[in-house]
């Protein structure tokens, strides 16, 4: 009797270690699922923060370049004064005089670090600047124009951006006052963004959402109207 009951014993504990063992992993993946979480997330605050400060888009010219550069150098060395003035008090704030001094390491160590950054990306957008001047000066001789949503240089075409103006107009007539995206148009107005002055959307027929390029077909479809070659009756 007392030796079934030992053979019972001795085949559930290997059941209660494998048990256990399986426990312990998936304990140990959710922490390591849980850490690669904080660790993405910190990540993702600091590419914000990298991206609030300095600009890495390409630059269009010498000058963009240039201009980029000393941006990033002046933002780099004020966020570096900043960092080493606010550290210190908001450690002593939370942890009194220990926290003060952790603060202050932290303060100095940003001092040093976000300016070096800043010069850095300076140096690395002033020479893809210089480096964009040759492609800058060769576009403009070909009456390309500079897209500073696409950051790149493309050939803009009047007529080409009438046509999509006319059956863009087309498509909101056909629809029965419904936008290319299925919205409606007084919707839309609804949720225009607040300016101080609007009169020149209202001007061009635009809405104060209006992207860049649609403000630009706008500008090219009044600009045609008001030509003096359309309108040579008119003394204005």
């Not at 949503?149 to 107009?169: G, N, S, T």
Request: hydrophobic share 35%.
């Amino acid at each position: 009797m007392n030796s079934v009951a030992t053979s019972d014993a001795s085949a559930a504990a290997p059941a209660d270690d494998t048990a256990s063992i399986q426990k312990q992993d998936d304990q140990q993946q959710q922490m390591t699922s849980t850490e690669q979480q904080e660790i993405d997330e910190d990540l993702q605050e600091a590419s914000e923060v990298f991206n609030s400060l300095f600009s890495t888009r390409r630059p269009k010219d010498g000058w963009a370049g240039l201009s980029s550069g000393l941006k990033s150098i002046g933002k780099g060395t004020a966020a570096g004064v900043a960092s080493l003035v606010a550290q210190p008090i908001a450690g002593a704030h939370e942890n009194g005089v220990r926290g003060f001094f952790g603060g202050l390491a932290t303060g100095v160590a940003s001092a040093v670090a976000l300016p070096v950054t800043g010069v850095c990306v300076g140096a690395y957008q002033m020479t893809r600047g210089v480096a964009n001047s040759v492609e800058a000066m060769n576009s403009s001789k070909q009456g390309m124009m500079w897209d500073n949503e696409k950051r790149e240089w493309i050939h803009y075409y009047l007529e080409k951006d009438k046509e999509e103006v006319e059956k863009r107009e087309a498509e909101l007539k056909s629809g029965g006052g419904k936008t290319a995206s299925g919205g409606d148009l007084a919707a839309a107005d609804i949720n225009e963004k607040k300016v101080k002055d609007r009169e020149y959307y209202d001007l061009m027929g635009v809405s104060t959402n209006a992207t860049a390029g649609e403000i630009k077909k706008a500008y090219y479809k009044e600009a045609r109207k008001c030509h003096p070659d359309k309108c040579q009756d008119d003394p204005e």
